[in-house]
């Protein structure tokens, strides 16, 4: 896909290369104090205050944000690589500071400038991290209307990142939807340090409660009531935002995975007798697997990295995003949604056959890597993405928005296939 973007339409302009090599760099050294401690910090399951200041130091945090506000200026897909590198070390922190951009992409489209430049100086000049309270499935929330703005009640379940964020985005699904910017000490907010889940331990992932918070009238977010062209696919692209970064983490987390079997089998890795070989580096089958699962995982990135700048591309049109482009973008990311998670899980899993029976021993850990790929990969139905691309060939239907209550839609007229 090839969309000729408005120039300067989006704050996410890139840095040039020798910058971005400097970032690498930097992303690299921070990777490599998480990676030195990560299966310790992984079951102690504590609040990652530490890991946060971390990536703040480094100044990975505000990467993202334009310069004139703080910021580095990166693009969008430089951010998800350098979130690779830090998936590949630890992938709780990883989806932490992929989540963080995430946030970074909601405000933005749901934000009028005023309120975008607020964050972004917030994230840029002090270094705030930000989280996000969205489940759509958990019943039970109530938002009323008051003089003050709007009163909620009720809890939220896997607020990743909220126990620790310093800027909360509330996005609310009623009667019609309340996305607001709270702070993290809003009179009314409780924490609960419920998350102990099989793998991503450290994404303070826990629930939210909120009793009688008050979310004031200019805290709403209204940056797409005043958005002239169609709401629904400008809102649709944060979903398909959400589901990138899904993309980088689990391809970082498989770099992790491969990466640490191959540091195993050369240390110590056992060519098995019926190999006749007396080398680990000359067992055939572990060399064709360690080739295979290689193979996918350049597959998937060089797919996520083509999407990614797709997706810049198409948040640059602005009000001129057609159904058309918007369809067309959320089947590749459908597609690389699908590689990701497969490649992932069979990296993860398979790695074993080579590393051999020793190498399940906790005190080598490599169990975190699937642990925490099973454990996101399970976040929504992989074969309903799948679906919207076995539709597209078969019907030439281009997928439209889907609402963040999870009911996907189809559309009801054929558009035509792009050429």
């Not at 944060?238 to 498989?254: D, E």
């Not at 057609?322 to 973008?329: K, R």
């Amino acid at each position: 896909m090839t969309i000729a973007a408005a120039p300067d339409a989006t704050p996410y302009q890139g840095v040039n290369d020798t910058e971005f090599d400097e970032w690498t760099h930097v992303a690299q050294r921070v990777a490599g104090e998480l990676a030195e401690t990560a299966l310790e910090r992984d079951r102690a399951n504590q609040s990652p205050i530490a890991e946060i200041a971390l990536l703040r130091d480094g100044g990975l945090l505000s990467f993202a944000t334009p310069r004139e506000f703080g910021g580095a200026g990166g693009s969008l897909g430089q951010a998800l690589q350098l979130s690779r590198i830090i998936a590949a070390a630890d992938g709780s922190i990883g989806q932490l500071l992929l989540y963080h951009y995430s946030n970074g992409v909601w405000t933005y489209i749901l934000g009028s400038p005023a309120q975008r430049e607020y964050i972004a100086r917030g994230v840029g000049e002090q270094g705030w991290f930000q989280g996000s309270v969205s489940n759509p499935r958990d019943p039970g929330i109530t938002v009323i209307h008051t003089d003050e703005g709007y009163r909620v009640n009720g809890k939220r379940t896997f607020a990743t990142g909220v126990a620790v964020a310093d800027l909360i985005t509330v996005l609310l699904y009623e009667d019609k939807p309340v996305n607001a910017i709270i702070p993290r000490d809003r009179e009314g907010l409780r924490f609960n340090d419920d998350w102990d889940n099989l793998g991503q331990r450290l994404t303070a992932s826990g629930s939210v409660e909120f009793h009688n918070v008050l979310l004031r009238d200019d805290e709403v977010l209204t940056g797409l009531a005043e958005f002239s062209g169609d709401q629904e696919r400008r809102d649709g692209l944060r979903t398909l935002f959400s589901q990138l970064i899904f993309v980088h983490l689990y391809l970082g987390i498989a770099e992790g995975a491969l990466a640490a079997a191959v540091t195993y089998i050369r240390e110590k890795g056992r060519p098995w007798p019926e190999a006749h070989s007396t080398e680990v580096t000359e067992d055939p089958y572990h060399l064709q697997l360690l080739g295979q699962l290689s193979a996918g995982i350049a597959a998937g990135i060089a797919l996520a990295d083509a999407v990614t700048y797709e997706f810049e591309q198409t948040l640059a049109l602005g009000e001129a995003l057609t159904a058309v482009q918007w369809g067309e973008l959320a089947i590749r990311v459908d597609q690389a949604k699908s590689v990701s998670t497969q490649i992932s899980l069979d990296v993860t899993h398979n790695i074993y056959q080579a590393t051999g029976a020793r190498s399940t021993a906790n005190s080598v850990g490599l169990d975190i890597y699937w642990r925490n790929v099973r454990t996101h990969t399970t976040h929504d139905p992989l074969p309903y993405r799948q679906r919207e691309i076995g539709r597209y060939l078969l019907t030439d239907e281009w997928p439209l928005p889907r609402s963040l209550n999870g009911l996907g839609r189809l559309a009801n007229t054929t558009q035509g296939k792009a050429s």
